[in-house]
């Protein structure tokens, strides 16, 4: 689950031009590592690195979600799957909570605004923790309206 892009660089000294292939992780895969990251750590980091992710994805969210519900059919599909009910159980709504209130997205606008009391920050924090849940729900359905993963 990676993805290969090609570096072109001149070389200090008159070296010449270097050309490598440099193989780097997919959405799919970084997605996974931050929520398997956030769902151990709770660093605000990582839940910020994964919606940062999915919100700029190449192609938005219908494409990002083509990545997730191709990657479900094969080998790694299990892992694929736990990485969804993570961000579903920390990002989504459910019987008893508003999305906006799970750690995820208050996780997200801590770490993007800061963690002041004054008013106009804590209405920016819920905002962005309201777009995040948004989100993150957008896309969680987008890959649950045609594959089975929860």
Not at 47 to 62: N, R
Not at 89 to 101: C, I, L, P, Q, T
Request: with cysteine; net charge negative; proline share 1%.
């Amino acid at each position: 689950m990676h993805k290969v892009a090609e570096i072109r660089a001149e070389l200090l000294g008159g070296a010449g031009i270097a050309v490598e292939e440099v193989k780097h992780a997919d959405l799919v895969s970084f997605t996974c590592l931050k929520a398997f990251a956030f769902d151990q750590r709770f660093e605000p980091k990582d839940a910020h690195d994964l919606v940062y992710c999915i919100e700029h994805a190449d192609g938005g969210l219908d494409d990002a979600a083509q990545m997730f519900r191709e990657t479900l059919e094969g080998r790694h599909g299990a892992v694929v799957r736990d990485c969804l009910s993570i961000l579903g159980n920390r990002f989504a709504k459910d019987d008893a909570v508003e999305g906006y209130r799970k750690d995820g997205p208050v996780a997200v606008g801590r770490f993007e605004l800061g963690e002041g009391d004054e008013a106009e920050q804590r209405e920016a924090r819920l905002l962005r923790q309201r777009e995040v849940n948004s989100v993150m729900e957008q896309f969680l359905g987008r890959i649950a309206s045609e594959a089975a993963w929860g």
